[in-house]
């Protein structure tokens, strides 16, 4: 068997464990009963031993090593070469981390997130911290072994967003929190002028879950391939491009969650199936970079689901649905209401003006704390003063400043600035696909979908893992992410909703 060939059945199987134990961490988020747990624990965490045994096995290393040199003339968007440098890269960082340190590592999180829960629960900080002081030092070791230039941090981002320097983001975030700001505060003036209250009415389950079916079906999600079940938390998840399915939840008073969650979900549900068939159980097949990933769910969501246009289609729909509650509005004040935005303290019921300022408060967190620059025990003051000069509000307890985020906890540093960087790049695309695609507001609004699903196709999901964020940036819209288009994006629409 020729060397490639000896690599991709190897692979494959490493891809058939992975989406394995995917199915079981689904089920277990869905459907398992909670006397699955103990179970479930051992057999999630069996695959993931043998799917780490397998990968980093001596004979992958040598294939990988020789086939690099062997196809070194190959083109970079070839997709032999790509999958070569896809692979070093992944298996350099899976030698690096000693086995008993990635054990001890899955241990403490285990721990500190049944803590977390329970601090949240009980508001109480310091049961918390000497957890978080514990997954800190690990993820310090854990960047010391997997090897940095100049910071630790662009050890752990890596893991989320290859290739994307700390000083990259930190330049980004400090331009853009420049312009936030004031524009917060302006809109704050203003707040009165847009009215949310129709969302807040009473509406009944499986009427919102069935105008969320209706919604994924008119942006192209294929059923025959994916399914929508409720789950507490709303996630996206591939076994194979042929079976990408989503989770959602219906709060009876809070329209918009199940509606924008299903958008969400269902754009990053768009990526994954559109995953070409020829990168399947290879490491080419998914997405990009979390970051990618993301700016394909918030493209959906807010750049499409938020538009003016989106709600002349929708409006009909809803007002179907929804007759009583729909009776005194229309297209325009559904869109309105929807992008309502107003400082608040909770990050995931953030709307798209305030979202990028508790972002960046999780980026210069996670900094200070891995440089021993700012103590656990401090994090909650530090937090509150934060939160006060970017959003001029103050926690009133710790359950909604400092403790609210499960990620820490769970070793996810270096995670948050993802969202951000997708929300910044699902505008960079969408500005070339207006360029591009002629009037998408006119096709919107007659609930064409297909043209722009069809671009993002040809621009993004064929690629798989090939290419970076930066490099797919650069290749569609001629530069590297910027953060132009996502501000004058923001600027148009609030300044015209806010009258500023
Ligand atoms: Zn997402």
Redesign the pocket.
């Known amino acids: 068997m020729d060397k490639l060939q000896e690599l991709e059945t190897l692979l494959a199987e490493v891809a058939d464990l992975a989406k394995a134990e995917a199915v079981l961490g689904w089920d277990q988020q869905t459907f398992m009963p909670p006397g699955g747990a103990p179970a479930r624990a051992l057999q999630s965490s069996l695959l993931s031993r043998l799917l780490h045994e397998k990968f980093t096995s001596e004979r992958v290393g040598h294939l990988i090593d020789d086939l690099s040199a062997e196809m070194a003339d190959l083109p970079y968007a070839d997709d032999t070469a790509a999958l070569l440098r896809v692979l070093k890269r992944d298996y350099a960082k899976a030698l690096r981390l000693p086995a008993a340190f990635v054990g001890e590592l899955s241990h403490a999180s285990g721990l500190a997130t049944t803590a977390w829960a329970q601090a949240r629960a009980a508001n109480d900080w310091h049961a918390f911290e000497p957890h978080l002081a514990r997954m800190l030092e690990l993820k310090q070791r854990q960047a010391e072994y997997i090897g940095y230039t100049t910071r630790q941090y662009d050890a752990l981002l890596d893991d989320y967003e290859p290739d994307m320097p700390t000083s990259q983001v930190a330049k980004i975030f400090d331009a853009v929190r420049q312009e936030l700001v004031p524009l917060v505060q302006a809109i704050q003036a203003e707040t009165q002028r847009v009215d949310d209250a129709v969302l807040h009415r009473t509406y009944d389950g499986a009427k919102q879950w069935a105008l969320a079916h209706d919604a994924l079906r008119a942006i192209g999600y294929d059923f025959e391939r994916g399914r929508m079940d409720h789950a507490p938390h709303p996630f996206c998840i591939s076994f194979s491009n042929h079976d990408v399915r989503v989770t959602n939840r219906v709060l009876p008073n809070l329209f918009s969650s199940c509606l924008y969650s299903a958008l969400?979900e269902g754009g990053?549900a768009l990526y994954e199936q559109g995953s070409p068939d020829k990168f399947e159980r290879t490491a080419l097949s998914g997405g990009a970079s979390l970051g990618v990933h993301?700016s394909q769910?918030r493209l959906w969501e807010n750049l499409v689901g938020r538009s003016r246009a989106f709600w002349e289609f929708f409006f009909p729909k809803f007002k179907k649905t929804f007759r009583k509650n729909a009776a005194d509005m229309d297209a325009e004040k559904m869109y309105r209401a929807v992008n309502k935005a107003q400082p608040s303290f909770i990050r995931v019921e953030a709307d798209e003006v305030t979202y990028s300022l508790h972002i960046m408060l999780r980026f210069e967190a996670e900094n200070l704390l891995l440089e021993n620059k700012l103590r656990v025990s401090e994090l909650p003051t530090w937090w509150d003063e934060a939160m006060s000069s970017y959003l001029g509000i103050t926690p009133p307890d710790v359950a909604r400043g400092a403790l609210q985020d499960v990620h820490w906890s769970m070793g996810l540093y270096g995670y948050f600035p993802t969202y951000s960087l997708g929300t910044f790049f699902s505008a960079q695309l969408f500005e070339q696909a207006r360029k591009e695609l002629g009037d998408l507001d006119a096709q919107f609004a007659r609930g064409d979908f297909q043209t722009l699903r069809a671009w993002l196709q040809t621009k993004i999901y064929q690629h798989g893992r090939k290419f970076t964020l930066n490099e797919l940036a650069l290749q569609i819209t001629g530069e590297p992410l910027q953060t132009r288009s996502y501000l004058a994006y923001l600027k148009k629409k609030y300044s015209e909703l806010y009258g500023l």
């Open positions: 969400h990053h993301e769910s």
